[in-house]
């Protein structure tokens, strides 16, 4: 399996990453995609990839930090990205929830990293809150642009927008809880080639973690639910979003 959506670099796993890494690669989690959320994030989120085996990094300017953004670090990005092993870029996007984020600024650059990503042939990781439709309107300018939508929260009309335009769609573990019908029901409906496995971790825990910090090795726990809510094996969801991530991410 692997983790297509993870802040392993943050400081939740600074005192045992190395053991939530084992507990990992225990479960069957053979790889695990870390996303970069500011410029001054990035050296840090590097090292961790570079000790850890089976690690991959991406870097981006999540819009939940856009008060830290500055113009100079769209130049940062771009040469981080060249400089380094990144399989993407991300996590970008737009986060309209929180009504308090200066939308003019988000969608500026939001904007400008999918330029970025467009010049440098990357995939882009996706964070949309409330912003669907924005997001599809801006990936009409870049109709090569590939990625996933992570933890999508939308319906499966909007899901297949993003899929004819070659995106993946990425599941967390709210999928677990029975209360979130119509996370449940997108993933009954979701074809499994457009399907891709996150934790969010350290957020994003699922039932049986509820409340506690999230870590990869629980994304067994996802595709269980998943394979329960498609009536088909385990071993079926994980195998499609194995091979959906390898294909995203070149790996």
């Not at 819009?63 to 990144?86: C, G, M, R, V, W």
């Amino acid at each position: 399996m692997i983790d297509s959506h993870c802040h392993l670099d943050f400081e939740d796993f600074d005192a045992d990453r190395q053991q939530v890494i084992e507990r990992a690669q225990q479960a069957g989690i053979e790889k695990i995609i870390i996303a970069g959320i500011s410029q001054t994030t990035w050296s840090h989120l590097r090292q961790v990839c570079e000790q850890y085996k089976n690690l991959y990094a991406c870097y981006g300017l999540h819009p939940y930090f856009i008060e830290q953004h500055e113009i100079p670090h769209l130049d940062d990005l771009k040469n981080t990205l060249q400089q380094s092993k990144a399989v993407a870029l991300g996590e970008c996007g737009l986060d309209f929830y929180l009504s308090d984020l200066d939308k003019d600024k988000q969608q500026f650059f939001f904007e400008a990293q999918l330029d970025i990503a467009d010049e440098l042939n990357l995939p882009v990781v996706i964070h949309s809150r409330k912003a669907n439709q924005q997001i599809l309107t801006a990936l009409k300018k870049h109709p090569n642009l590939r990625g996933m939508v992570h933890s999508f929260s939308g319906s499966i009309e909007v899901a297949q927008q993003f899929i004819k335009r070659d995106f993946y769609i990425s599941l967390g573990a709210v999928v677990t809880f029975e209360r979130a019908t119509k996370i449940r029901k997108l993933a009954e409906q979701l074809p499994l080639d457009a399907l891709l496995i996150e934790s969010d971790a350290p957020d994003q825990s699922g039932l049986k973690h509820n409340n506690q910090r999230n870590e990869p090795a629980y994304i067994v726990e996802t595709i269980a639910a998943i394979a329960e809510l498609k009536k088909i094996s385990l071993d079926e969801v994980a195998a499609a979003s194995y091979k959906n991530a390898l294909e995203l991410f070149s790996l």
